[in-house]
Every structure is written in C-alpha cells, then in structure tokens.
C-alpha cells in the first residue's frame, strides 16, 4: 500500500460533469468547462469515423465498449493495489494488464489523488485525472492505458497533451510544481510501456488543441448559440 499526501477536499469541484451538444462538460463555479477527452477528442475525430466506416458501425460499438470495460477495470484494480484493498476484479484480461504494471506501480508513492476532478480557469478546462503522485521520487501526473498492442509514440501524442492539462490543473489549484508526466500502457499483446515527459514540452500544443475545440464547438453549435 502507498502512502497518502492529505489535501484540501474542498478544492476538488463537486461537478460530475454532463453531455451537452454531443461533448463533455463540467460545471465549475457556474461555468461549463469542456473536459480534457472532449477537447483532445476533435483531433481524432476523422481517423475514428473512417476507423467506423472499415469495420462497420456495429463492430466499432462492440469494440468501443470492450476497450472500456477492460480499462475500466484495470483502473479499479490498479486502484485497489494503490489503496491496499481487496481485489473484486476475476476476469483474466484486465488482471493480466494490471500484472504487467506491477513493476511501474511499484515506484508509485505519496500520492496525493486518484481518480480526482480538477479544473484550470486558466486553460477553462476540466477532466478526471487518474493519479498525481511520486513516480520514482517525482511528483508527477500519472495515467494508466490499456490498448490492443503496442503503441508507437507519435500515435499517442494526446496522452501527453491530456496528462499536461491535468498538470496545469493541480499546479494552479494546490501551488505545487509537477516534475513530470508519465504514462504507463499495457497492451494486450504482453507489452508494457513506460513514457516520462517533460509537461513543458506539451503546453503549446495543448493550447493550439483548446483554440481549435472552441473554434469547432462554435461552429457546430452556432445556431443554438445564437438561440440561447
């Protein structure tokens, strides 16, 4: 079991978040933020409809739907290992995940959130980050993915992005300077990867990614914005 830091709860927002015009919102002090998924969501938009289109719309949903339930559990058991509780995970995929990450959880400790929403006024973003912890003796910002086999770097560069949001979040909320992002993704091919970044490198992307989803939402909706 890890150590935990205690913070201030009353700084995490009590929003849950909801669907408003096909995205993700949370409401933060009476404003709708768009989450971080939804922003970085625009940027794959065209690969995952002509993905949809190859393999058929029934297909897509069934796979959809199986990607989630297998990181959603390995979320719950990586949780459960962190916190030192029981595991009430029996299926044999996200087990096997997880046990690929055993050695990388290991250099987790001090952990000051799991599965926590956070928000910046400053890049008028919100979103649930997994963990923000030290990861070998660093504070980081740390998120756990699963995938159908290994990924090469240049096609996640929205994990980057997504951890350097939340980032921003919980310096901007707490003071307290992240040292790096880290990303840990088991595949089911047997691969494990580790990536450590340096969040510095992502700002300015990040900022092109929340200009475009504004510009997009817009445009979209402009005519029930024109109505409200």
Same mark, same amino acid.
């Given at each position: 079991?890890?150590?935990?830091?205690?913070? %201030?709860?009353?700084?995490?927002?009590?929003?849950?978040?909801?669907?408003?015009?096909?995205? &993700?919102?949370?409401?933060?002090?009476?404003?709708?933020?768009?989450?971080?998924?939804?922003?970085?969501?625009?940027?794959?938009?065209?690969?995952?409809?002509?993905? &949809?289109?190859?393999?058929?719309?029934?297909? /897509?949903?069934?796979?959809?739907?199986?990607?989630? &339930?297998?990181? !959603?559990?390995?979320? #719950?058991?990586?949780?459960?290992?962190?916190?030192?509780?029981?595991? #009430?995970?029996?299926?044999?995929?996200?087990?096997?995940?997880?046990?690929?990450?055993?050695?990388?959880?290991?250099?987790?400790?001090?952990?000051?959130?799991?599965? !926590?929403?956070?928000?910046?006024?400053?890049?008028?973003? /919100?979103?649930?980050?997994?963990?923000? /912890?030290?990861?070998?003796?660093?504070?980081?910002?740390?998120?756990?993915?699963?995938?159908?086999?290994? &990924?090469?770097?240049?096609?996640? %560069?929205?994990?980057?992005?997504? #951890?350097?949001?939340?980032?921003?979040?919980?310096?901007?909320?707490?003071?307290?300077?992240?040292?790096?992002?880290?990303?840990?993704?088991?595949? =089911? %091919?047997?691969?494990?990867?580790?990536?450590?970044?340096?969040?510095?490198?992502?700002?300015?992307?990040?900022? !092109?990614?929340?200009? =475009?989803?504004?510009?997009?939402?817009? =445009?979209?909706?402009?005519?029930?914005?024109?109505?409200?």
């Amino acid at each position: 079991m890890a150590n935990f830091i205690q913070l %201030d709860e009353n700084k995490f927002p009590k929003s849950k978040g909801m669907n408003q015009n096909g995205f &993700r919102f949370y409401n933060i002090d009476g404003k709708h933020y768009p989450s971080v998924t939804s922003i970085l969501g625009i940027k794959k938009k065209e690969g995952l409809e002509q993905w &949809r289109k190859n393999v058929g719309e029934e297909a /897509a949903k069934w796979e959809m739907a199986r990607a989630a &339930r297998r990181g !959603k559990a390995t979320h #719950t058991l990586i949780e459960q290992y962190l916190k030192g509780q029981p595991f #009430t995970i029996k299926d044999v995929l996200p087990n096997g995940m997880f046990k690929l990450m055993t050695p990388y959880l290991e250099q987790i400790n001090n952990i000051h959130c799991l599965e !926590k929403i956070m928000f910046s006024h400053k890049l008028t973003l /919100a979103g649930q980050v997994d963990c923000i /912890a030290e990861y070998n003796g660093k504070l980081s910002v740390i998120d756990f993915k699963t995938a159908n086999k290994e &990924r090469q770097e240049s096609w996640i %560069d929205n994990y980057f992005l997504q #951890t350097t949001a939340y980032a921003q979040m919980y310096e901007e909320t707490f003071g307290k300077n992240i040292d790096q992002i880290v990303i840990l993704l088991a595949s =089911e %091919d047997g691969s494990v990867q580790n990536f450590v970044k340096d969040k510095k490198d992502y700002m300015s992307p990040l900022l !092109k990614s929340i200009d =475009e989803f504004y510009k997009y939402y817009q =445009e979209q909706n402009k005519d029930k914005i024109k109505q409200d």
